[in-house]
């Protein structure tokens, strides 16, 4: 993980307001006299690259338009803004897939109402001067992994899918925070981690060409980030829930158009953001994870029955949930976009 997450396991989750907002009314005023919903939103982490378009759509006033007086707040971990968002101490979360199935399967009464990151930002990261060309050329290296999370549970399908077994590569167990330090040092080979995430941070920290292996162009996919709603919003604010989908996607939409704004809208979104160039790299890279083959030329964030059973099939395979559940137990297609 990036040297911003250090200090997150010393700040206690934020119990975020909901709807209700922070003082006594859940409606602000906007400038033209028009009475709009408090809504916030918990990232999956501080500020990144991949974000920019929730603060470009706030600045572009994209979310006004839809009655949407937006609060964004910094995360935790997709794990920690499941639980808030089911929790009701959020309106809504962004938050990784995995997690999400994960919740659910443990009583989070959550949902998501579209997945945006579509193609699966996972990937081995290193150094290009270690010569990784294809996934055999890690056979025999080390690489930088966290036990339990979902890199590391599904790097074993990875594997088998390009002709190799687990005993060819070796996995050193790695705090989150410590996989860039691990590969610049040279204790590891590489990580594994989210192309549009460590890799610009480890290549800017080191001043070295990073080099991925992406799980998506090498036989695997899965959905990856998206939004998420709990039960008191999907059950009593259908109408906020779906016009919450929309702006998002409107904001991705205009996000992609106008990617140096969208990144200069960030600016002071946290005294742990990373710097220009590294959210730059990271917003490009998240621009390329945003469909499907099934999902290609249609808005973001419209999602589709065949990519959804897909990506629980995986982490059925990877074993991070037992008794896979039907389609609609996790994705809330009532409130989706449509096609």
Same mark, same amino acid.
């Given at each position: 993980?990036?040297? +911003?997450? !250090?200090?997150?396991?010393?700040?206690?989750?934020?119990?975020?307001?909901?709807?209700?907002?922070?003082?006594?009314?859940?409606?602000?005023?906007?400038? =033209?006299?028009?009475?709009?919903?408090?809504?916030?939103?918990?990232?999956?982490?501080?500020?990144?690259?991949?974000?920019?378009?929730?603060?470009?759509? @706030?600045?572009?006033?994209?979310?006004?338009?839809?009655?949407?007086?937006?609060?964004? +707040?910094?995360?935790?971990?997709?794990?920690?803004?499941?639980?808030?968002?089911?929790?009701?101490?959020?309106?809504?979360?962004?938050?990784?897939?995995?997690?999400?199935?994960?919740?659910?399967?443990?009583?989070?009464?959550?949902?998501?109402?579209?997945?945006?990151?579509?193609?699966?930002?996972?990937? !081995?990261?290193?150094?290009? =001067?270690?010569?990784? @060309?294809?996934?055999?050329?890690?056979?025999? @290296?080390?690489?930088?992994? $966290?036990?339990?999370?979902?890199?590391?549970?599904?790097?074993?399908?990875?594997?088998?899918?390009?002709?190799?077994?687990?005993?060819?590569? +070796?996995?050193?167990?790695?705090?989150?925070?410590?996989?860039?330090?691990?590969?610049?040092?040279?204790?590891?080979?590489?990580?594994?981690?989210?192309?549009?995430?460590?890799?610009?941070?480890?290549?800017?920290?080191?001043?070295?060409?990073?080099?991925?292996?992406?799980? =998506?162009?090498?036989?695997?996919?899965?959905?990856?980030?998206?939004?998420?709603?709990? +039960?008191?919003?999907?059950?009593?604010?259908?109408?906020?829930?779906?016009?919450? !989908? @929309?702006?998002?996607?409107?904001?991705?939409?205009?996000?992609?158009?106008?990617?140096?704004?969208?990144?200069?809208?960030?600016?002071?979104?946290?005294?742990?953001?990373?710097?220009?160039?590294?959210? =730059?790299?990271?917003?490009?890279? $998240?621009?390329?994870?945003?469909?499907?083959?099934?999902?290609?030329?249609?808005?973001?964030? !419209?999602?589709?029955?065949?990519?959804?059973?897909?990506?629980?099939?995986?982490?059925?395979?990877?074993?991070?949930?037992?008794?896979?559940?039907?389609?609609?137990?996790?994705?809330?297609?009532?409130?989706?976009?449509?096609?």
């Amino acid at each position: 993980m990036t040297a +911003r997450r !250090v200090l997150i396991g010393l700040v206690p989750l934020l119990l975020v307001a909901t709807a209700c907002g922070d003082g006594d009314s859940d409606t602000t005023t906007t400038d =033209s006299g028009r009475e709009i919903d408090k809504v916030t939103l918990t990232l999956n982490w501080y500020p990144y690259g991949e974000h920019a378009p929730f603060y470009y759509g @706030k600045q572009q006033k994209i979310f006004e338009k839809h009655g949407i007086d937006l609060d964004i +707040r910094a995360g935790q971990g997709s794990q920690k803004t499941v639980q808030a968002t089911g929790a009701g101490q959020t309106d809504f979360g962004w938050a990784d897939t995995p997690a999400l199935l994960s919740g659910v399967h443990s009583g989070v009464k959550v949902k998501s109402l579209g997945v945006f990151l579509q193609t699966t930002p996972s990937s !081995v990261q290193f150094f290009e =001067s270690q010569g990784i @060309k294809s996934p055999a050329d890690l056979k025999g @290296k080390t690489i930088a992994g $966290t036990a339990g999370d979902a890199l590391s549970k599904t790097f074993p399908i990875f594997l088998k899918l390009n002709d190799l077994a687990e005993s060819d590569v +070796r996995v050193q167990n790695t705090d989150p925070a410590g996989k860039i330090a691990a590969v610049i040092s040279g204790k590891t080979d590489g990580l594994l981690g989210y192309a549009s995430d460590q890799g610009p941070t480890m290549q800017n920290k080191a001043n070295k060409q990073v080099g991925y292996l992406r799980f =998506s162009e090498n036989g695997l996919n899965f959905y990856s980030n998206g939004l998420i709603a709990g +039960r008191q919003v999907l059950s009593g604010k259908k109408d906020l829930a779906q016009r919450m !989908v @929309k702006a998002v996607s409107e904001s991705f939409a205009a996000a992609e158009k106008a990617p140096g704004p969208a990144v200069a809208a960030m600016e002071g979104a946290s005294e742990q953001l990373p710097p220009e160039e590294v959210l =730059s790299e990271q917003f490009r890279t $998240t621009l390329t994870l945003l469909h499907t083959p099934a999902t290609e030329g249609s808005a973001p964030g !419209v999602n589709t029955d065949a990519d959804w059973q897909k990506t629980i099939d995986v982490f059925a395979e990877a074993g991070l949930i037992e008794n896979p559940k039907a389609v609609t137990d996790y994705w809330d297609d009532a409130t989706a976009l449509k096609g």
